[in-house]
């Protein structure tokens, strides 16, 4: 008897249903692909990477990010420090930082919550050219507008020890 009063029900629900604006039935769908995230975290990989005078500076200019993204440090635990505004400045961010280091590798966990998540070890050094013998983890968390597919938030959970997990997503690697 159940059953049949709920089957009642739901088949009773069709025209009032039908009769909602379109707007409402229609069901978020995102062309911001798993792909296109995960080749944005490569593109922070081959920035931080580059080698040649002025190309990581050009090239964090290209990175897919809002108007307004925000970028965070949380540096072993403690708590998130804001280190870049909009996109100008996270720009500036990548480009001062990179000169700090000397070797830049990765992995990334792309999300179907348009998280992409890049495990990334960093070696110290001078403009690359120089290593300093410290190697630091971060998990650099690239929070994706699904509607524009550009990253809107940007935050690494750094820690002075070497750490990757696992997880159920998709996932690349960069040795770069």
Same mark, same amino acid.
């Given at each position: 008897? /159940?059953? +049949? =009063?709920? %089957?009642?029900? #739901?088949?009773? !629900?069709? $025209?009032? &249903? +039908?009769?909602?604006? *379109?707007?409402?039935? &229609?069901?978020?769908?995102?062309?911001?692909?798993?792909?296109?995230? /995960?080749?944005? #975290?490569?593109?922070?990989?081959?920035?931080? !990477?580059? *080698?040649? $005078?002025?190309?990581?500076?050009?090239?964090? %200019?290209?990175?897919? /990010?809002?108007?307004?993204?925000?970028?965070?440090?949380? !540096?072993?635990?403690? #708590?998130?420090?804001?280190?870049?505004?909009?996109?100008?400045?996270?720009?500036?961010?990548?480009?001062?930082?990179?000169? #700090?280091?000397?070797?830049?590798?990765?992995?990334?966990?792309?999300?179907?919550?348009?998280?992409?998540?890049?495990?990334?070890?960093?070696?110290?050094?001078? %403009?690359? !050219?120089?290593?300093?013998?410290?190697?630091?983890?971060?998990?650099?968390?690239?929070?994706?507008?699904?509607? @524009?597919?550009?990253?809107?938030?940007?935050?690494?959970?750094? *820690?002075?020890?070497?750490?990757?997990?696992? @997880?159920?997503?998709?996932?690349? @690697?960069? =040795?770069?």
């Amino acid at each position: 008897m /159940l059953f +049949s =009063t709920t %089957l009642l029900a #739901a088949v009773s !629900a069709i $025209p009032a &249903v +039908s009769a909602l604006p *379109t707007e409402l039935m &229609v069901s978020r769908s995102s062309s911001c692909t798993p792909n296109q995230r /995960l080749a944005g #975290a490569q593109l922070i990989i081959n920035f931080y !990477a580059a *080698t040649e $005078p002025g190309a990581s500076a050009a090239g964090f %200019l290209q990175l897919p /990010l809002e108007d307004d993204c925000h970028t965070y440090v949380n !540096a072993n635990g403690r #708590a998130a420090v804001p280190v870049a505004v909009d996109a100008a400045t996270t720009c500036d961010f990548a480009s001062s930082s990179h000169q #700090a280091f000397s070797k830049v590798t990765g992995v990334f966990d792309d999300y179907k919550n348009g998280t992409t998540i890049v495990h990334t070890n960093v070696t110290l050094g001078a %403009l690359h !050219a120089i290593a300093i013998p410290v190697t630091f983890h971060a998990d650099v968390h690239l929070e994706y507008n699904l509607d @524009s597919c550009l990253m809107q938030k940007i935050q690494a959970f750094a *820690t002075s020890r070497r750490w990757w997990r696992g @997880s159920r997503s998709i996932r690349r @690697s960069s =040795t770069n």
